[in-house]
């Protein structure tokens, strides 16, 4: 069964950088597209990027749009996520998951529409001074 892991999180300042990581294992990443969802303390998940599986169409929601990145290194199964000019309001746990379905901008946030299996532990990311 497949599984992610994901790393990379930390505290900094506003306007400071991160790069998460997910590191997939025991299933064929290079054929599924992948997202990253966080979620704030007291909030529900939020979907906030999008990539499909050959790495050439990306999505993300329009509070991350010109600061986050999304890619991906099919051939070290790994996702990775780029965060540029961090806000307070990025706080949260970062997971990276498998949708069900492609989406075509505007993608899901329920649990319900990823895989699952493909549910790490998650990566915290505190945005504060």
């Known amino acids: 069964e497949g599984q992610v892991v994901e790393s990379g999180g930390g505290l900094v300042q506003p306007g400071g950088s991160l790069r998460l990581s997910c590191a997939a294992s025991?299933?064929?990443?290079?054929?599924?597209?992948m997202s990253w969802l966080r979620q704030a303390p007291g909030k529900e998940l939020e979907w906030v990027a999008y990539?499909?599986?050959?790495?050439?169409?990306?999505y993300f929601v329009d509070s991350v749009q010109g600061r986050f990145t999304i890619s991906r290194d099919n051939a070290r199964n790994t996702l990775y996520l780029q965060l540029d000019s961090l806000k307070t309001e990025d706080t949260g746990k970062y997971y990276c998951?498998?949708?069900?379905?492609?989406?075509?901008?505007?993608?899901?946030?329920?649990?319900?529409?990823?895989?699952?299996w493909g549910w790490g532990q998650g990566t915290q990311v505190t945005v504060s001074s």
């Open positions: 998951a498998i949708p069900k379905r492609h989406c075509f901008g505007d993608c899901p946030s329920r649990r319900d529409d990823y895989y699952p």
């Open positions: 990539i499909n599986a050959g790495g050439s169409i990306t």
């Open positions: 025991g299933f064929d990443f290079s054929i599924y597209a």
